[in-house]
């Protein structure tokens, strides 16, 4: 097992894997740029290196800075999180060409799966449905309205690299579509530094369900069960929940073990989550593969009673996993909010600043997953999220009740956040009686 981990990453995640190695014995070395300096959670590591200032590309992003905090630390492994460099196979590569061992799949599996494109070719080779696509990258405005008139409008272009929205967009005819494939090349390549897109038959308000899923490099796979993330804003989730209600019991088995299947069909290791649309008649399509921790693996965590970040640790260092299929049975209903530093009634303008009072709710069933406390200021340059406010509760009706309580107790006060937009969600008849898809926030709240 390992003495010592570098957590690659900051903030409520870094904070998160901190804690699994603490309670596991393994000492760890966290990074901060200047804008994080003096974070109450880096006091929790047992040393703490600055790797360049408030600008992600020069810190967070900057792989010789990670690298070389890891060869000062003298560590054996790096957790990398989510985000930053979490699912940049060259970093893979260079953690392991420097005898530190990656959390997370081989560069191998990371760079077939994070291929969008790649994994596709894989799932309809595992037997996994798809969406109707395009054979490949799509490069032209030719190509691109070959592919619409085949299938039909509207169609959804999307980046092979990276994800959470970008380089996606929606094009209902021809015109649209030539101007969108555009679009979408140039802001995948400003976030990705990769333009490559390609097409889809865009499904009309599907359902978002994802299957968490952990394998072993003693070629055991077991998924985790389903979390439904439909609550969204342009492709940014807003609220998970497990189980899902979008559906049935045989599809959610079906689904499950596609999942699995994908993954150990890849020579994959560690956790990942396999995202699956579902349309109005309830038939699943596989989309793509997150080769890393989700932000909203808590839910799943509290379903399951399994700590996913412990798992990831023991499946690096070698360890099989400690169950089977079978053993994971799961449990009651979990929700998750995430509350962002953020202006809902302002179009979600940004709200870093100083947060004057937090006060974190509490009671059965209720964990809050932060980083942040009174005093704390939120910076300007990363993620607007400041926590996770999480419940689990025997039945879905009571999830609702209590998180709605746990909304109420919450107080941020210094900064604007997307409390108020969660109470309305959980409040509404729709949400209440699992009438949501991916369109339901800005249908009904005109959150655009």
């Known amino acids: 097992m390992y003495q010592r981990i570098l957590v690659a990453n900051r903030g409520e995640i870094a904070l998160r894997i901190i804690r699994a190695c603490r309670e596991m014995g393994i000492e760890t070395v966290a990074i901060f740029s200047e804008a994080d300096r003096g974070a109450h959670y880096l006091s929790l590591a047992n040393e703490a290196y600055c790797v360049g200032p408030p600008k992600a590309s020069e810190s967070y992003l900057r ?38 061992d990656f959390i997370g799949p081989s560069p191998e599996a990371m760079a077939q799966l994070g ?56 094009a209902a005819n021809d015109l649209v579509l030539k101007s969108a494939l555009q679009q979408a090349q140039a802001e995948a390549e400003a976030a990705f530094g990769n333009g490559a897109v390609y097409l889809e038959k865009y499904i009309e308000q599907p359902r978002h369900v994802e299957v968490q899923v952990i394998a072993d490099s003693h070629g055991n796979a077991v998924h985790l069960w389903e979390r439904d993330c439909s609550v969204q804003r342009r492709h940014q989730k807003l609220i998970e929940e497990s189980p899902s209600t979008s559906i049935t019991h045989e599809t959610r088995i079906e689904m499950c073990e596609s999942a699995r299947r994908l993954i150990q069909s890849a020579n994959y290791v560690n956790a990942a989550t396999v995202e699956f649309i579902v349309d109005k008649d309830g038939k ?97 340059y990363y993620d607007s999220m400041i926590g996770k406010l999480i419940v689990h509760r025997p039945t879905r009706e009571e999830a609702i009740s209590t998180m709605l309580r746990a ?13 108020p937009l969660h109470q309305e969600i959980l409040s509404h008849s729709a949400f209440a009686d699992g009438r949501i898809d991916t369109t339901f926030v800005e249908r009904t709240f005109g959150a655009d």
Do not use: W
């Open 63 to 100: 792989i010789a800075n990670v690298i070389s905090a890891a060869e000062v630390g003298n560590v054996q492994a790096i957790h990398p999180g989510y985000g930053f460099l979490a699912e940049n196979a060259h970093f893979n590569e260079i953690c392991r060409s420097c005898n530190i």
């Open 115 to 170: 291929d969008k494109d790649a994994a596709r070719k894989l799932a309809k080779k595992a037997g996994v449905p798809v969406v109707p696509g395009s054979a490949g990258i799509v490069e032209s405005a030719e190509e691109a309205l070959q592919f619409a008139h085949e299938v039909g409008f509207p169609v959804l272009i999307k980046a092979v690299a990276g994800g959470g929205g970008r380089g996606m967009r929606v």
């Open 284 to 380: 699943y399509y596989f989309i793509e593969v997150n080769a890393r921790i989700q932000v909203e693996h808590p839910v799943t965590e509290m379903v399951t009673g399994i700590d996913l970040i412990k798992q990831q640790i023991l499946v690096a260092a070698g360890e099989p996993l400690p169950f089977k299929q079978e053993d994971i049975v799961h449990r009651g209903a979990a929700i998750e909010c995430r509350i962002n530093a953020e202006d809902p009634k302002r179009k979600f303008q940004p709200s870093p600043g100083r947060i004057e009072r937090l006060i974190v709710p509490g009671g059965f069933g209720v964990r809050f997953d932060s980083h942040a406390h009174s005093g704390y200021v939120v910076p300007p």
């Open 407 to 419: 909304l109420a107790e919450m107080r941020v006060d210094g900064i604007k956040t997307t409390i």
